[in-house]
């Protein structure tokens, strides 16, 4: 344990770190917070954080840096995420706000908290578990290709571009949306393969060559709906950060480009549609980001589903202002997607 105002050097440390990059030291911090103390018994106070293992020498000068440890210790005492400004809020009301759909919502998401927070922004899609389908339209754009669009009832829009072995017309194009519809809307996504194959032995034979790209195309689409994915943004904010790798960018770069393996730090993150959580350096070991941080919260999606969005960068980061951004911007997109 470390007294009260060894938990304000510690803080003070922490806060110096990240704006400098450089150690600090006690002169540092008499010169720079008011503590109404000297240096001597600053070094005191940090003798004891370097005791406890939450402060660092990197090298023989006098400053010290924070370690993971410290790190923890100083996101678990924040009083409170540093505020975002007016300006900011109104940025992220503005350009959510003019989304059409939920791909387009979850881009301009992803974009938003990496120019934010000058980090790699992760944004999970909504599990689509329990969506249904709300609609499917086909589109004649040749005598030989038409757009095929699903719809669920979560706002999710997927369209392919599909190509036919031979002509149809839009009377046959008609017929076979309607037996589409018909057949699938209101299933849930899990039901909709079953219900779709059989849909071409319900048709005119000469339509059954179009039902069946057409059910092949709405059978993949169902499935990539299925699946988790995240949307990343910001990748060239870690080489800003470069020298805070001491292992070098590349091992970093290469896991943050697995999917699965940040779908399943994300699941290990314990977080709701109201608190942020943070998982810092050593705790990432097990993924391939040991030299990584990550600040992480959740969103509500338009049926209750809890999904999770975040920001990922050095240990080294402004974690009040990082926490600040990820619980304004998922408040945000929950009531959104809620209103929608």
């Known amino acids: 344990m470390v007294s009260e105002r060894s938990l304000e050097v510690l803080k003070a440390i922490v806060r110096d770190y990240v704006a400098s ?49 410290g790190y923890r210790v100083f996101v678990d005492h924040l ?36 120019q934010l927070t000058n980090q790699v922004a992760l944004v999970q899609y909504p599990t689509m578990g329990h969506a249904r389908v709300q609609h ?38 008609s017929e076979v949306r309607a037996v589409v519809n018909g057949a699938t809307v209101g299933l849930p996504l899990q039901d909709a393969p079953h219900a779709l194959r059989a849909i071409p032995g319900q048709l005119r034979p000469e339509v059954q060559p179009l039902a069946g790209v057409v059910v092949a195309s709405l059978v993949e689409q169902v499935a990539a709906n299925r699946q988790d994915r995240l949307l990343m943004a910001g990748a060239a904010n870690l080489a800003k950060s470069e ?33 942020v959580a943070a998982s810092i350096g050593a705790e990432n070991a097990e993924y391939g980001l040991d030299a990584t941080s990550i600040v992480a919260g959740g969103y509500l999606a338009a049926r209750g589903e809890i999904a999770r969005l975040g920001v990922l960068g050095p240990t080294r980061m402004d974690y009040g202002t990082n926490m600040a951004a990820v619980r304004a911007v998922a408040r945000y997109l929950s009531r959104l997607l809620g209103e929608n």
């Open 136 to 173: 499917v339209e086909l589109v004649r754009l040749a005598d030989t290709r038409l757009m095929v669009v699903l719809i669920t009832d979560t706002a999710r829009v997927e369209q392919r571009v599909i190509e036919t072995d031979v002509p149809f017309d839009e009377s046959a194009l």
């Open 243 to 275: 020298q805070d790798f001491s292992g070098g960018l590349f091992p970093v770069l290469e896991a943050v480009e697995e999917q699965v393996t940040l779908l399943r730090l994300f699941g290990e993150m314990q977080v709701d549609d109201i608190a």
């Open 21 to 69: 990059r450089e150690p600090v030291g006690s002169k540092t911090i008499v010169e720079r917070h008011a503590f109404g103390v000297s240096a001597a018994t600053i070094r005191n106070d940090m003798a004891q954080l370097e005791d406890e293992q939450l402060i660092i020498a990197p090298h023989t000068s006098s400053g010290r840096v924070p370690t993971d440890k």
């Open 79 to 114: 009083a409170a995420a540093r505020p975002l400004s007016g300006a900011q809020r109104q940025a992220i009301e503005t350009f959510l706000g003019a989304s059409n759909d939920l791909d387009d919502v979850l881009t301009r998401t992803v974009r938003l908290l990496s």
